[in-house]
């Protein structure tokens, strides 16, 4: 082989070596996020990328619905839960990087209606939601029985002593995201969302706030998934934590700063 030829088939060979290196670089992080983080990590992604950097790929939803992806093998690079239980059953089943978990910020919870509709309802111990939400009205929140939302909402309702009321009259929903749209749509009279979701919802408003003694502190764990830990990973949880980003959360509502 002549020595063009024998540079050529080398050259080649380096290049075929490095295209899946510069593919994964292209692609950017994979960021799996709690449905609720939807509006707020957009904008921290455009910023991230406009320092220069791939565009962050986000999956959206439930924040148990993303952990049992990532148990089924789905490739993350971070993973950001809308509640610690939840982070904390990714943790015992080693899918994410124990060292690197922080929990980076706090919401509130509220009772939402269509802006139309909107009545205050004061909620506290014996405030009578039924008498709210009607003959055949239902109340719209994520299933308690996965969902973070759902999970804060059943404890707030019970330590109210409204469960047993409630309970049967629930909408429950696969993320705060779809509960809200049932608000938005009429098709519950009442929901239970974050105070950050409602207000990114044009046609709906806040109705009442749960006192923060009846749930348990609504905090956003962030960690590098296992799976995915890489530097720009790393990179990107400490943009999260850093005051650009830490402008963004605010201006959307939410709490610097989660459980400790």
């Known amino acids: 082989m002549s020595f063009p030829r024998r540079l050529f088939a080398r050259l080649a060979l380096a290049f075929a070596l490095l295209l899946p290196a510069l593919g994964a670089r ?88 269509e802006k139309a509709h909107v009545q205050k309802v004061d909620i506290k111990p014996g405030t009578d939601l039924l008498a709210v939400l009607g003959a055949n009205g239902r109340l719209a929140t994520g299933d308690p029985d996965h969902v973070p939302v759902g999970l804060y909402a059943r404890q707030a309702l019970t330590r109210l002593g409204m469960w047993a009321a409630i309970e049967p009259r629930l909408a429950r ?55 995915g830990d890489t530097p720009e990973a790393r990179a990107f949880l400490d943009f999260l934590a850093g005051p650009a980003a830490t402008e963004v959360f605010k201006r959307r509502g939410f709490r610097i700063g989660g459980a400790s």
């Open 26 to 113: 292209a692609q950017g992080l994979t960021v799996f996020a709690a449905a609720s983080l939807t509006d707020a990590l957009q904008d921290i992604g455009r910023l991230w990328e406009a320092q220069g950097h791939a565009k962050p790929a986000f999956n959206f939803a439930a924040s148990s619905t993303l952990a049992r992806q990532m148990e089924q093998g789905a490739k993350a690079n971070l993973f950001a839960s809308a509640d610690e239980q939840w982070m904390d059953w990714a943790q015992q089943r080693n899918l994410i990087v124990n060292d690197t978990r922080r929990s980076l910020l706090g919401n509130d919870l509220v009772l939402v209606m």
């Open 173 to 227: 929903a696969d993320s705060v995201r779809a509960a809200l749209l049932l608000v938005e749509r009429g098709e519950a009279p009442l929901g239970i969302v974050y105070s950050t979701d409602a207000a990114v919802a044009p046609n709906v408003a806040i109705a009442g706030l749960f006192p923060e003694s009846s749930h348990d502190p609504i905090s956003y764990p962030f960690a590098v998934a296992r799976g």
